[in-house]
């Protein structure tokens, strides 16, 4: 929200009511509404209310403070990205001795079990 400017507008407010929702451009649009109003809740008193100022606080980051003297803020750490695919790298020989192995367990398994 920008507060440095407020444009001037009316609202209407009901005492243990909800938080007025309604800007009315002029102070006779503003009367109407709290008229009409009165008319349809009787015995509530319906408040005609303008505007004359608003206040309003910078929205900020929160602040991080660590436990340990070097903490870093989480959030200022980089978004690690998925891990690398780390495979073993075999050279040839190591292959051969690899598939050998693979060979001789999958020789035991009944072939009705592929």
Known sequence: MNAS???RFWAVW???GNSPTTR???KALACEE???LAAKHPG???Y???VVGAYAVPITRPQFFGIREGDIDPLDRPTPGPEPATEPVYGPD???VLRSRINKYTDQVPK???
């Open 112 to 114: 009705s079990f592929f």
């Open 48 to 50: 005609v209310l303008e």
């Open 5 to 7: 400017r407020v444009d």
């Open 14 to 16: 009901r005492l243990d």
């Open 24 to 26: 009315h451009s002029s």
């Open 44 to 46: 509530s008193v319906f």
């Open 94 to 96: 190591e292959r051969q």
């Open 34 to 36: 709290a008229s009409r």
